[in-house]
């Protein structure tokens, strides 16, 4: 066994916390997509948070973090690493809201979403933020369980899951990502686009595809489409370039079917769920 505090040794260990981040307050997102995600503030919001009278999410005299993101592919007791950072709280004091500030260090910086931790027991509410110096030989007593050789994208997680930016769907079909294709190459379904600048949604399907939504999806994914032939994302990405696709597409599973089901039904269901969000009227689907 590694020991977490051999193997990530900080210089004023009686200044520094470990927090674990499991969810964005109760029925909010999981850590972990946040940290996955681009938006680098949707993710230190989570640590920046003070409660006014809670000595457990209070960060009043710690200098440093060390902050970690329940890893939920492999279960409640692993997260995965999410940066060294410098506290500073926020002037005037705010209670119940972003009360700090905080700036990463290089320090471990090419450990973040590698570096997986294994705790003893999971994480509850009174203890998912700790003393550095009292951690180690704790209930929890950390070790190091993993460091992956490249960023994790997360093993495949449920259809009704799926949620992908588009930095992430280029990275799954790029490296083929087993259990990602193995799921997508099993069923054919109809999808949803946000574009998430302004909330605009293109609903499509996979219903001829020899490898399912993976294969449909591939187009999307390819630098040199981005658009999967579809004429308003080919109208989009003449008027507002690659980078606008690339920066605020995400990709999302309405329904899936087998793979031996014929192409009209998928196609009506399609046509279903183009009525039930609107995307014609208010979306990005014009036929």
Do not use: C
Not at 85 to 114: A, T
């Amino acid at each position: 066994m590694i020991r977490f505090t051999d193997f990530l040794p900080v210089a004023e260990p009686e200044l520094t916390k470990v927090k674990f981040n499991i969810r964005a307050g109760i029925g909010g997102a999981e850590a972990w997509d946040l940290l996955l995600g681009s938006d680098l503030d949707e993710w230190l919001n989570m640590t920046r948070h003070r409660e006014a009278g809670s000595t457990n999410n209070n960060l009043d005299r710690a200098e440093y973090v060390l902050s970690f993101a329940q890893y939920y592919p492999y279960g409640p007791q692993y997260f995965i690493f999410g940066g060294f950072f410098r506290v500073e709280k926020s002037i005037p004091e705010v209670d119940h809201g972003y009360g700090y500030d905080l700036e990463q260090l290089d320090r471990y910086s090419e450990y973040i979403k590698r570096l997986i931790i294994k705790l003893e027991r999971p994480v509850g509410r009174d203890v998912y933020l700790r003393w550095y110096e009292s951690l180690q030989g704790s209930k929890l007593n950390p070790e190091i369980y993993e460091l992956a050789s490249d960023v994790k994208l997360g093993t495949f997680s449920g259809f009704q899951n799926v949620r992908l930016r588009h930095h992430e769907l280029q990275r799954i079909i790029a490296n083929d990502e087993p259990s990602w294709k193995d799921a997508l190459s099993s069923v054919k379904g109809v999808y949803v686009i946000t574009d998430l600048s302004d909330g605009r949604l293109y609903v499509g399907s996979a219903s001829g595809e020899a490898s399912g939504l993976w294969q449909r999806w591939a187009g999307y994914a390819h630098l040199r489409n981005l658009t999967g032939g579809n004429k308003e994302l080919v109208r989009l990405r003449a008027e507002k370039g690659d980078a606008h696709i690339i920066e605020n597409f995400q990709y999302s599973i309405l329904e899936i079917f087998d793979p031996k089901t014929k192409a009209e039904v998928i196609l009506k269901r399609e046509s279903f769920w183009k009525l039930a969000l609107d995307s014609g009227k208010h979306g990005m689907n014009h036929n």
